[in-house]
């Protein structure tokens, strides 16, 4: 995440985190706080609890994961380290705990902070062996967190730091009681920060009951659209035999850097990017079919810019951290409006523009109005156009010579793991 374009923002020296942090920020590009570290470090510095509210791609991983690293590493109201964990980090899914992970490794680098990151769909062994080598800070998915726990092989006893990172996606999924059982485990005084992009009312619930008169943030007015200002939105309808064919001409507009293509369906995922690697697209896709290998696979390719074009469903949206974004394309209209936010809020980030195109089916016209009423977007009815209408070229800036495949086949990066050969055997 690179600092903000406005050097009016305070650093992160003058908002008082240790030089070691700074440091290692600073290797990295990050120099200025983004509002939503502006605001919430100097609490969380402070050791209160505080309920930070942000859009996604606002900057909230390093919001808390500085003050984590902060207070872990040298804060008199922190134990001395001992291999036991210091600081828990709840996530909603693997792709996020990757992320938050690696940012978090990042900023600890000049100091003796260990991060470890513990999820489901990998193997248990090297995840306790990790834990019992020592891990000051553990990011984890709610429910191989409890499993570790309940094994002993995860050590509560001395967390002094909670943090619930998207705390309304795992609303969404079902792990509010994985919470409760977790927080309830730890010991006090406990410092708790909660995250989130919205706050429904079993959330503010939570909250309430659980932590110290939290102090509740917000990184921009409680009027202030839900959607990056930078991110310019193309709507029309698609009919569903041809959005293949409109997706491969998107690709070919003018400007395109790294590209995320959401679908609602694993199937619809892997039968996309299969269809663009056929047509010669560097292409990698992230479903659940896929195994937890080859979806990281996947992931750290789009990351390293290995490959330009992810097709993801909606277990990715919040998982990529990735600033320069140029293009998403909600191949399938999402089910409801905050889904639309977060798949959109992939792009147009950090000041950097970009550009949202969505093919609602013809059978995605109910969908799509919802979305469009309730995030007041003003195209209740969009425009019919096809993979050879001029106003799908104007409004992308596809040149004409755009045809239906680039090059040869290539080879896709995230495809179903191979089926077991049947036994020809005589029986």
């Known amino acids: 995440m690179p600092s903000p374009a ?14 070691e942090i700074v440091d290692a920020l600073g290797e990295l590009g990050i120099t200025h706080a983004f ?18 509210q942000a859009r996604t791609g606002m900057g909230k ?45 990042h900023a600890a680098a000049h100091t003796p902070v260990r991060v470890t990151t513990i999820y489901g769909g990998r193997a248990y062994e090297p995840q306790i062996e990790q834990l019992r080598s020592g891990a000051d800070v553990v990011v984890g998915t709610p429910g191989r967190l409890i499993d570790l726990y309940e094994r002993g092989e995860l050590a509560l006893h001395r967390v002094a730091i909670l943090v619930l990172d998207e705390a309304d996606e795992m609303l969404d999924l079902g792990f509010l009681p994985d919470i409760q059982k977790l927080w309830s485990a730890l010991p006090r005084p406990l410092q708790s920060m909660l995250f989130s992009a919205t706050m429904p009312g079993p959330i503010l619930t939570l909250a309430r009951s659980l932590m110290n008169r939290p102090v509740h943030i917000r990184a921009e007015a409680a009027d ?23 997706t491969a001409k998107i690709l070919q507009a003018k400007g395109r850097g790294r590209t995320i293509i959401f679908t609602r369906t694993k199937r619809t995922a892997a039968e996309l990017a299969a269809d663009l690697a056929q047509r010669g697209f560097t292409v990698a896709a992230v479903h659940g079919d896929l195994g937890q290998a080859a979806r990281e696979r996947s992931l750290e390719a789009f990351r390293s810019a290995a490959v330009e074009i992810l097709v993801a469903t909606d277990v990715a949206a919040r998982g990529i951290d990735i600033d320069d974004v140029t293009h998403v394309i909600n191949f399938q209209t999402p089910d409801d409006p905050m889904t639309y936010v977060h798949r959109i809020g992939r792009t147009g980030r950090a000041g950097n523009s970009g550009t949202a195109v969505t093919l609602v089916g013809y059978d995605e016209a109910a969908k799509w109005e919802a979305i469009d009423s309730e995030l007041g977007l003003g195209m209740p009815e969009p425009p019919a156009w096809f993979s050879t209408s001029p106003e799908l070229f104007e409004a992308l800036a596809i040149p004409a010579s755009a045809g239906e495949r680039v090059g040869p086949p290539t080879e896709l990066l995230g495809d179903a793991e191979p089926r077991r050969r049947p036994d020809r055997r005589r029986r």
Do not use: N
């Not at 509002?35 to 930070?52: C, N, R, T, V």
């Not at 380290?81 to 940012?103: C, K, M, N, S, Y």
């Open 6 to 19: 406005d050097h009016t923002a305070p650093t992160f020296a003058e908002l008082g985190v240790a030089a």
């Open 35 to 52: 509002s939503i570290q502006e605001l919430a470090l100097p609490i969380a510095l402070a050791g209160k609890d505080l309920i930070g």
């Open 61 to 105: 991983t390093y919001g808390f994961g500085v003050a984590v690293i902060d207070r872990v590493f040298d804060d008199a109201d922190i134990a001395e380290l001992d291999g036991t964990p210091r600081a828990l980090v709840i996530v909603p899914t693997r792709e996020l705990a990757v992320q938050v992970g690696d940012d978090l490794v």
């Open 224 to 246: 202030s659209p839900r959607i990056h200002a930078t991110t310019r939105q193309v709507v029309f309808r698609s009919h569903r035999m041809d959005k293949p064919e409109v």
